[in-house]
């Protein structure tokens, strides 16, 4: 599986390296209305009803980069809404009797609506705020499934499977604030639950399941950036 990620954690990451050499560490302080861009490590799986394709290759697979706009109801609650998008691809290739040569590649397109409610936990903690958060996202995919046999250097079956669906999953953890500018604050989140309430759970497809260690924390990080949209 080959998740494009490369891009959105530079973008991300090239503010908070940045908040090390500015001198204003004034608190966090959160204005009513803002926008925001995040990215999750978290690796989703849509598990398609009656799949053909399973049985060849593991499809279905997204890591969510998300734009969205964000509530603060006082100063302990803040609900987020937006639109995600998310993608892999699989190849491999395969020739279990050293005669015929079989390959089978996956390409895997999704487009999610994530919902996301956050309490802040302590106040004390007013220049890194600690929150818990939860999301509930219903996610549509679109994996294309190419399988070929061939054996003495002619194809002997093509195969070509389009498969859609709907899961929703849903997410849950603890993150920080850390203050950027007056009107730009960044986010680190670590996502210690992670289910899909309309599909399976499966172990063996759903490899990231099954990391331990600085592995498991490294595919359980979500980071974001929040621009607010009015002046305190």
Not at 91 to 99: A, E, L, Q, V
Not at 194 to 211: A, E, M, P, V, Y
């Amino acid at each position: 599986m080959k998740t494009c990620f490369t891009l959105p954690w530079i973008c991300l990451l090239t503010p908070f390296f940045a908040f090390a050499n500015i001198e204003d560490t004034a608190k966090v302080k959160y204005d009513r209305l803002y926008a925001g861009i995040s990215f999750s490590t978290v690796s989703h799986h849509i598990y398609y009803k009656d799949s053909k394709a399973q049985d060849i290759i593991s499809s279905g697979y997204f890591a969510p980069l998300s734009l969205y706009l964000g509530y603060n109801f006082g100063r302990n609650m803040r609900v987020q809404a937006g639109l995600a998008y998310g993608g892999s691809s699989e190849k491999f290739s395969w020739t279990p009797d050293n005669k015929v040569f079989h390959t089978a590649s996956s390409r895997t397109n999704v487009v999610a609506l994530p919902v996301t409610l956050q309490h802040v936990m302590f106040k004390a903690f007013r220049r890194f705020p600690v929150y818990a958060t939860g999301t509930l996202m219903p996610a549509y995919g679109i994996s294309q499934t190419e399988y070929s046999q061939s054996e003495n250097g002619g194809t002997a079956e093509i195969s070509n499977i389009t498969e859609k669906g709907i899961n929703t999953f849903v997410t849950a953890g603890i993150g920080i604030n850390y203050k950027i500018s007056p009107r730009l604050y960044g986010q680190v989140e670590y996502h210690a639950l992670k289910h899909n309430l309309t599909g399976r759970n499966s172990f063996f497809h759903d490899w990231d399941q099954g990391f331990t260690g600085l592995l498991h924390f490294y595919k359980s990080v979500g980071i974001g950036l929040n621009y607010k949209l009015g002046m305190e």
